[in-house]
């Protein structure tokens, strides 16, 4: 960062020379330069926080109708809005079973890719790359073009309703088993060779070489999966009756149906949304690092 | 790569990928072929099937209701990848320029990644709600009359202002990657033969990251076709009067309001061809594109 300053600012000091223009002229419209960057970047990043935080502020007051700006300053409601939200209306099992449903989405598909890929990248074996196409070709069945069919199957074999239904057909992922495989290449071939020379096995090979190797990436992996799964709205939905099973996301469309017919407050929806907000959002913010080094292994 | 098989335990490989594939077979393959062998009858879940050859098909074709829902998803994926792709690249090129805090405003820029479809909705419709929206009385003091519950293309604006502010978040993540990864030496060059800022953006950067452009517009189509379900379930139900009814939506309410399977299955057939296609475009795109983008 200091290098791209210096190279900036030698480059803006050799421009006002052959203007005429003295040094110092030139670093005070730099700097004139950054600050209008900075109000512009400050506004934006404001802009892209404004509706959270307008949902936020609501989250604390009585009745939650906001009409004006001024009718913003935040109430006194917080705690027993949220108290409200998570135990009398019962928010904390659609939380909980969301947290349930991620948490065995991102585990199981963990494991379930890391062999995928331990096998793609480091077995030799007939038909490797019409498997890897058969992994590969699943990224043109998204749930939505399925769901149909898949709630026909899942009704038939009697696990509509059910904590199966909302996790095992997750379990398969192109994306993740791509993403690892890309990560295996990237490390230095000598170390199976070893590996094997050693008598070590490919799950030992796995679990105490790959795996510590592929930290920052299998954090960077858990968000992504973690926040996919979490955001599920559409397939619980369709295959989840039973209140007591349902996730955050569709909670949240049972609270807008009360707000509508005015049987909860809309405060109580905002906070509803803050609390289903709230998990992916601490994740991505912890992990940001890792995520962001996950995602530019992905476009490749 | 060939160095690093070293295993060749069949049996071992075969039982190691089974989990992968089993669920792939049973719950990816198995439900597309069966969707289209459904697509064939006219099915409910109380009678029984019905086989009907292409009827659905031909129903489709023929329906002046799904061509518009066709049009209708087409046009709202358009301006969403359109507006997504146009906002985020300024911020990105705005987040790029800058020396100090980059990474504070990065993710300031891109948290919406993990906001839910669905809060993005709820949000939305709190604050632009006809009646008790909090931005409702200043629009309205421009002359504006807020009633999207019943007018169509307001109704289309609002969703889309809600479906690209989750997605741009996205987009930064993959551009200010790539415009990080343009050469020093370019942007210098460029800076000391005088080029202003926006050409700069436009003739050097763009055409550089262009592989990521074109990864991205594929990304925020199959968004705007699918990702934005919650929004428009929670915001306007597809109303009113179709004007929001996107093809996922419509296939939705074929299915689970009026339980016409069959029918279901065809357009779950549509759907899987308009997905491939969007894949095949980017995988020939990526391709050509592949050369000068290193």
Same mark, same amino acid.
């Not at chain 1, 009756?241 to 405060?267: D, I, P, Y």
């Not at chain 2, 669920?23 to 439900?31: A, E, M, R």
């Not at chain 2, 080029?195 to 003739?203: A, D, F």
């Not at chain 2, 592989?211 to 934005?228: A, D, K, R």
């Given at each position: 960062? $200091?290098?791209?300053?210096? *190279?900036?600012?030698?480059?803006?000091?050799?421009?006002?020379?052959?203007?005429?223009?003295?040094?110092?002229?030139?670093?005070?419209?730099?700097?004139?330069?950054?600050?209008?960057?900075?109000?512009?970047?400050?506004?934006?990043?404001?802009?892209?926080?404004?509706?959270?935080?307008?949902?936020?502020?609501?989250?604390?007051?009585?009745?939650?109708?906001?009409?004006?700006?001024?009718?913003?300053?935040?109430?006194?409601?917080?705690?027993?809005?949220?108290?409200?939200?998570?135990?009398?209306?019962?928010?904390?099992?659609?939380?909980?079973?969301?947290?349930?449903?991620?948490?065995?989405?991102?585990?199981?598909?963990? =494991? =379930?890719?890391?062999?995928?890929?331990?096998?793609? =990248?480091?077995? !030799?074996?007939?038909?490797?790359?019409?498997?890897?196409?058969?992994?590969?070709?699943?990224?043109?069945?998204?749930?939505?073009?399925?769901?149909?069919?898949? @709630?026909? $199957?899942? *009704?038939?074999?009697?696990?509509?309703?059910?904590?199966?239904?909302?996790?095992?057909? @997750?379990?398969?992922?192109? *994306? *993740?088993?791509?993403?690892?495989?890309?990560?295996?290449?990237?490390?230095?071939?000598?170390?199976?060779?070893?590996?094997?020379?050693?008598?070590?096995?490919?799950? !030992?090979?796995?679990?105490?070489?790959?795996?510590?190797?592929?930290?920052?990436?299998? =954090?960077?992996?858990?968000?992504?999966?973690?926040? @996919?799964?979490?955001?599920? @709205?559409?397939?619980?939905?369709?295959?989840?009756?039973?209140?007591?099973?349902?996730?955050?996301?569709?909670?949240?469309?049972?609270?807008?149906?009360?707000?509508?017919?005015?049987?909860?407050?809309?405060?109580?929806?905002?906070?509803?949304?803050?609390?289903?907000? $709230?998990?992916?959002?601490? $994740?991505?913010?912890?992990?940001? !690092?890792?995520?962001?080094?996950?995602?530019?292994?992905?476009?490749? | 790569?060939?160095?690093?098989?070293? %295993?060749?335990?069949?049996?071992?490989? &075969?039982?190691?990928?089974?989990?992968?594939?089993?669920?792939?077979?049973?719950?990816?393959?198995?439900?597309?072929?069966?969707?289209?062998? +459904?697509?064939?009858?006219?099915?409910?879940?109380?009678?029984?099937?019905?086989?009907?050859?292409?009827?659905?098909?031909?129903?489709?074709?023929?329906?002046?209701?799904?061509?518009?829902?066709?049009?209708i998803s087409v046009l709202f994926a358009a301006c969403v990848v359109v507006g997504v792709m146009a906002v985020a690249l300024c911020v990105s090129f705005l987040i790029h320029e800058i020396d100090v805090g980059k990474g504070v405003y990065l993710v300031a820029v891109i948290w919406p990644y993990a906001l839910p479809p669905?809060?993005?909705? +709820?949000?939305?419709?709190? /604050?632009?709600?006809?009646? /008790?929206?909090?931005?409702?009385?200043?629009?309205?003091?421009?002359?504006?009359?807020?009633?999207? %519950?019943?007018?169509?293309?307001?109704?289309?604006?609002?969703?889309?202002?809600?479906?690209?502010?989750?997605?741009?978040?996205?987009?930064? /993540?993959?551009?200010?990657?790539?415009?990080?990864? #343009?050469?020093?030496?370019?942007?210098?060059?460029?800076?000391?033969?005088?080029?202003?800022?926006?050409?700069?953006?436009?003739?050097?950067? #763009?055409?550089? /990251?262009?592989?990521?452009? #074109?990864? +991205?517009?594929?990304?925020?189509?199959?968004?705007?076709?699918? &990702?934005?379900?919650?929004? #428009?379930?929670?915001?306007?139900?597809?109303?009113?009067?179709?004007?929001?009814?996107?093809?996922?939506?419509?296939?939705?309410?074929?299915? %689970?309001? %009026?339980?016409?399977?069959?029918?279901?299955s065809a357009k779950s057939v549509v759907l899987f061809v308009a997905v491939g296609l969007l894949m095949y475009g980017q995988f020939r795109l990526s391709d050509r594109y592949a050369y000068y983008g290193g």
């Amino acid at each position: 960062m $200091l290098g791209s300053l210096l *190279t900036a600012l030698t480059a803006a000091a050799e421009r006002s020379r052959s203007a005429g223009r003295t040094t110092s002229e030139r670093i005070r419209r730099f700097e004139t330069e950054q600050l209008t960057l900075h109000v512009l970047a400050a506004t934006i990043v404001f802009l892209i926080i404004l509706p959270v935080l307008i949902a936020a502020l609501v989250s604390t007051k009585r009745a939650g109708i906001v009409t004006s700006i001024g009718d913003l300053a935040p109430g006194g409601h917080a705690l027993s809005n949220y108290r409200r939200a998570l135990i009398g209306l019962e928010f904390w099992r659609f939380m909980l079973n969301s947290f349930l449903m991620s948490v065995a989405v991102v585990v199981g598909k963990l =494991v =379930v890719s890391l062999l995928a890929a331990l096998v793609i =990248v480091y077995y !030799r074996f007939p038909y490797k790359n019409a498997v890897f196409l058969f992994i590969l070709f699943t990224l043109l069945l998204p749930v939505p073009v399925r769901f149909v069919p898949l @709630y026909r $199957l899942t *009704t038939e074999l009697g696990m509509s309703n059910t904590f199966f239904a909302i996790t095992v057909p @997750y379990l398969a992922s192109a *994306t *993740t088993v791509f993403i690892l495989r890309q990560h295996f290449l990237s490390i230095p071939a000598s170390l199976v060779e070893t590996a094997k020379v050693d008598g070590v096995g490919p799950l !030992r090979f796995l679990w105490s070489v790959l795996v510590p190797m592929s930290r920052a990436v299998l =954090v960077g992996v858990s968000v992504i999966m973690f926040v @996919y799964t979490w955001n599920q @709205y559409l397939w619980p939905l369709v295959i989840i009756n039973a209140e007591s099973l349902q996730v955050a996301q569709v909670g949240l469309s049972l609270l807008r149906g009360q707000a509508s017919t005015g049987e909860v407050a809309w405060s109580m929806v905002m906070t509803g949304s803050m609390l289903t907000l $709230l998990p992916p959002l601490a $994740l991505l913010v912890l992990f940001r !690092r890792q995520l962001l080094e996950t995602f530019t292994i992905q476009q490749k | 790569m060939s160095t690093r098989e070293v %295993f060749t335990d069949r049996l071992q490989a &075969g039982v190691l990928l089974l989990p992968t594939m089993v669920v792939s077979l049973v719950f990816l393959y198995y439900p597309t072929v069966r969707a289209v062998g +459904l697509s064939l009858y006219r099915a409910s879940l109380a009678r029984g099937d019905v086989f009907v050859g292409l009827e659905n098909y031909r129903r489709l074709a023929s329906s002046s209701e799904y061509l518009r829902s066709v049009l209708i998803s087409v046009l709202f994926a358009a301006c969403v990848v359109v507006g997504v792709m146009a906002v985020a690249l300024c911020v990105s090129f705005l987040i790029h320029e800058i020396d100090v805090g980059k990474g504070v405003y990065l993710v300031a820029v891109i948290w919406p990644y993990a906001l839910p479809p669905a809060v993005a909705g +709820l949000v939305f419709l709190f /604050i632009a709600h006809p009646n /008790i929206g909090i931005f409702t009385s200043y629009i309205e003091a421009f002359g504006v009359d807020v009633n999207w %519950f019943s007018n169509g293309p307001q109704a289309f604006v609002v969703v889309l202002i809600a479906a690209v502010w989750k997605q741009v978040g996205y987009n930064v /993540i993959f551009m200010t990657a790539a415009l990080g990864n #343009v050469p020093e030496s370019l942007t210098e060059t460029a800076e000391l033969d005088g080029v202003s800022r926006t050409r700069r953006l436009l003739r050097v950067y #763009v055409p550089i /990251i262009s592989p990521t452009l #074109v990864f +991205l517009v594929i990304m925020n189509t199959i968004y705007g076709f699918f &990702g934005t379900f919650a929004m #428009v379930d929670l915001m306007t139900k597809g109303g009113p009067a179709g004007a929001t009814n996107i093809l996922i939506y419509d296939l939705y309410r074929t299915a %689970f309001q %009026f339980y016409e399977f069959g029918f279901a299955s065809a357009k779950s057939v549509v759907l899987f061809v308009a997905v491939g296609l969007l894949m095949y475009g980017q995988f020939r795109l990526s391709d050509r594109y592949a050369y000068y983008g290193g």
